[in-house]
């Protein structure tokens, strides 16, 4: 089974993404490459606050030829499967091993049945305050959704606990550059309250308050720098504190059976989002 890699912004960042598709050619023939984005001021997307960022057939036809799926991030929890941009996605992208990133059972259930050819991912932010460690409650959600979905993103305080090694390892896709903290108190509602400025407004940052939606997408607690981490936890953690990973910790979980990771960025200044993406490439080229 190759490694597989999940990369943000397949059309907010294909100015990026295409070149480096381009100056890696060695590499990307022996790992599996998809690319995800929330697209066309969707109400189903989630994860972040829409922005005006539509699709187009030469970005899309590029990633075909290049062998590199595309996943749509239809993560809001609040669905209403008539949604007309939704299900015109949902045509547009019906093409064997594209994904459908998902949180809502009844979405799941409908693009199933109606969608045959959509592979699925089950969001990190369907999970509310699951447990931190885990515990056999927690393992067995992760079992049944394991029974549905291609693969199952999980929090990232799981990854390197215990009772982690129970499951499916490769059923899952572990993000790299998670940025919240450790145990956050907010993890289920920042995403509820993301999601739901999409069912909100039609554009939210024209028909909304900038302001306003930054706050809500920003990290809510004070203090807090993503860039750096809770330095308390990492100190106290080291190798086993997963959230930013470290080159290190992702050559143990290739090595452990994981072999989906996921690149997030949707809105990383430009240089970051080239420096995140070059680093952990570097970790792919050691296991060709």
């Known amino acids: ?67 590199i799926t595309i996943a749509l991030t239809f993560t809001n929890p609040v669905i209403e499967l008539t949604d007309s941009i939704g299900n015109h996605l949902l045509d547009k992208f019906h093409h064997d091993g594209n994904y459908i990133i998902s949180v809502n059972e009844q979405l799941y259930e409908y693009i199933k049945n109606k969608y045959p050819k959509y592979r699925h991912t089950r969001s990190i932010t369907g999970f509310g305050l699951l447990p931190v460690p885990m515990t056999t409650d927690t393992v067995n959600i992760y079992k049944e959704l394991e029974s549905k979905y291609d693969y199952i993103v999980p929090r990232m305080e799981h990854v390197f606990d215990p ?6 390892q490769d059923k899952y896709e572990v993000m790299v550059n998670d940025t919240c903290v450790y145990g956050c108190p907010y993890f289920d509602d920042h995403f509820k309250k993301i999601a739901h400025q999409n069912c909100r407004f039609t554009n939210p940052w024209k028909d909304g308050d900038p302001k306003e939606l930054e706050e809500v997408e920003e990290c ?35 090595s452990r059976g994981i072999r989906s990771f996921k690149v997030t960025g949707r809105e990383m200044p430009d240089e970051d989002f080239r420096d995140e993406m070059s680093k952990y490439l570097q970790v792919y080229k050691q296991y060709l």
């Open 1 to 67: 089974m190759k490694p597989r890699i999940n990369i943000a912004g397949a059309f907010a960042k294909k100015h990026l993404i295409v070149p480096w598709i381009y100056n890696n050619k060695d590499i990307i023939d022996h790992v599996d490459i998809t690319v995800y984005d929330g697209i066309n001021l969707c109400p189903w997307n989630g994860g972040r606050v829409n922005r005006d960022i539509k699709y187009d057939d030469k970005t899309i036809n590029f990633y075909r030829s290049n062998n």
């Open 163 to 168: 009772l982690f090694d129970q499951l499916n």
């Open 220 to 254: 809510w607690l004070p203090n807090f720098d993503p860039d750096v981490g809770h330095i308390k936890t990492i100190e106290k953690l080291g190798d086993k504190y997963g959230m930013d990973l470290t080159i290190k910790q992702m050559k143990s979980l290739l």
